[in-house]
């Protein structure tokens, strides 16, 4: 089926085949046919369903058109043709239910097109027009401008930092501002709130994808990512929580490979315990993205993460963002929190209490219903750095943000050891409070 976001063109495939119900729409169908220049035997008797059956058995043609009339459930059956047809067939469907949300849903699924009967001549050419266009349009990456695929994990050094809230917004902004085609993969399998910050049903696509890795191809992430616009689809899950995450990472390794290909920008949302689990889904990641809190088991927790990857994935280049900054109310000054994980923070995210509550309340990402917030503009900010760390290797992502250079020599690090006493005497060091 057709991918919304990479096309090809028609190769030594057939270029047109329709499976339809009825004689009187073969009748208005042939006649358009011919005079595109193909062959009218390729217009068949029979619905989707004999278009899956036939399809399981042949090549799929270029541009292939079905007739839902008789489908008692056409999400279903289209997700039955998916598993049939090959890559970059465009599909036109027809069918006689005048319903906007199955309109809708059909389109979000991979469907070119959505035409009620009774079909008009002038209405078939239309559309068979377009559903050819597409191979004729030049593809969205070619050309001396060629972007390079920019990949980027987004890890909380603690729970409730935010860090999902960041990976949403500049995958908003990616596909929004920069004009990139992205791809979000929220690998909270079971909490994961990706696709709720984006008012969307996850689907079972990253589910489907840990139980059968070796279904992983162009196809597959065409069928069950999930678009929030033109720019952006997200793999998410809600998996039950009484099943248990069983896998080896292979299937995550696979999606960010079909990712690369299909994709401008990759954005993981990674939670903690993963970089434990999976260490190789860091290995093509370009920018890690780090969101803590200024407190002092967060300073512990960007100690440890980042040592973790100089060591696992010293190709990835770090970038430390605090979230939810509020002036005067840290725990821990910027300052000492710097000189502690020896490195600047790259970018302060002010904390803003009524603009998270007015992104849920209005489904969207934080950065999409506060656009002028100087959250957002936060946001903004790293979103530039991380588009522009691919095409500059990255040498200024370190220095990138912030300002100054790390002050005093207050070391956090001895603070967070267990208590103990000081040589030839009595007094004990105390953790910070």
């Known amino acids: 089926m057709n991918a919304p976001w990479k096309t090809g063109g028609m190769g030594n495939r057939e270029p047109f085949s329709a499976f339809i119900c009825d004689e009187s ?76 949300r199955l309109y809708r849903d059909l389109i979000a699924s991979g469907i070119h097109d959505y035409l009620l009967k ?108 999930i678009r929030a616009n033109d720019r952006l689809a997200i793999m998410s899950a809600e998996a039950p929580i009484n099943s248990p995450l069983m896998t080896d990472g292979t299937a995550f390794v696979q999606l960010e490979e079909e990712f690369r290909q299909a994709f401008d920008i990759t954005v993981v949302d990674l939670p903690r315990n993963m970089l434990i689990n999976f260490p190789h889904l860091l290995a093509e990641v370009n920018v890690v ?38 002036a005067g109310a840290a725990e821990i000054s910027k300052a000492d929190f710097e000189a502690s994980i020896e490195r600047k923070i790259n970018f302060a995210i002010p904390y803003d209490q009524k603009a998270g509550i007015n992104a849920a309340k209005l489904g969207q990402t934080f950065a999409e219903a506060n ?3 100087k959250a957002t503009q936060a946001m903004q900010d790293i979103a530039k750095v991380i588009v522009g760390a691919a095409e500059e290797d990255g040498a200024s992502v370190e220095e990138a943000g912030g300002s100054g250079s790390l002050l005093g020599k207050f070391d956090l690090k001895n603070l967070l050891g267990s208590k103990k006493e000081k040589a030839g005497s009595h007094e004990v060091v105390e953790p910070a409070e």
């Open 371 to 373: 656009r002028s917030s």
């Open 289 to 326: 993205t780090v969101v803590t809190e200024l407190t002092l088991a967060a300073a512990r927790d960007t100690i440890r993460i980042l040592s973790w990857l100089k060591t696992n994935a010293p190709a990835a280049q770090p970038l430390v963002v605090a979230n939810k900054v509020q």
């Open 118 to 225: 009774p079909l008009s001549a002038s209405q078939l050419r239309d559309a068979l027009t377009q559903a050819q266009s597409v191979f004729t349009a030049p593809r969205a990456n070619d050309g001396d401008g060629e972007k390079q695929h920019v990949s980027t994990a987004i890890v909380g050094t603690r729970g409730g930092v935010g860090a999902s809230t960041v990976a949403t917004s500049l995958a908003w902004l990616f596909s929004t501002e920069h004009e990139r085609s992205t791809a979000l993969l929220d690998l909270d399998v079971h909490f994961g709130t990706g696709a709720l910050a984006l008012d969307l049903e996850p689907g079972r696509g990253l589910t489907d994808a840990i139980e059968n890795p070796s279904r992983i191809d162009g196809l597959f992430i065409e069928r069950a990512m």
């Open 25 to 100: 729409s073969l009748d208005v169908l042939r006649p358009v046919v011919i005079e595109m220049g193909w062959q009218p035997e390729k217009c068949n008797k029979g619905g989707l369903r004999n278009a899956v059956q036939s399809l399981s058995i042949a090549a799929s043609p270029a541009i292939l058109m079905v007739d839902l009339s008789e489908s008692g459930d056409p999400l279903n059956d289209i997700n039955a043709l998916a598993e049939v047809c090959e890559p970059g067939t465009v599909v036109v469907a027809i069918g006689q239910v005048n319903d906007v």
